[in-house]
């Protein structure tokens, strides 16, 4: 999984992280890996929809936040249909 085939490196299938404060319900665990903590099995998470709840804790809309880019008007959170995951809200 490393780069250089030697040691250790992200795993692109089964993040984990720690989030405190702002809305966020202390001693909670959300989703799961396989049991080699290998791949996410459960309540899987995309970074938009991480971004979008990250932004809703932060008191943002994320449909509002927009930039001009290449002629278009483009959202943080992607041009797709992005859901706030209430699983991690208190």
């Known amino acids: 999984m490393s780069e250089q085939g030697k040691g250790r490196d992200h795993n692109p299938w089964g993040y984990c992280g720690w989030l405190a ?41 994320h449909e509002s936040l927009t930039y001009f880019h290449n002629g278009l008007d483009e959202r943080l959170t992607g041009p797709a249909e992005v859901k706030i995951v209430k699983g991690l809200l208190t």
């Open 21 to 61: 404060g702002a809305g966020i319900t202390g001693g909670r665990s959300y989703g799961a890996t396989d049991a080699i903590g290998l791949r996410s099995v459960e309540n899987k998470v995309h970074v938009n929809e991480f971004h979008a709840t990250l932004l809703h804790l932060m008191g943002l809309d």
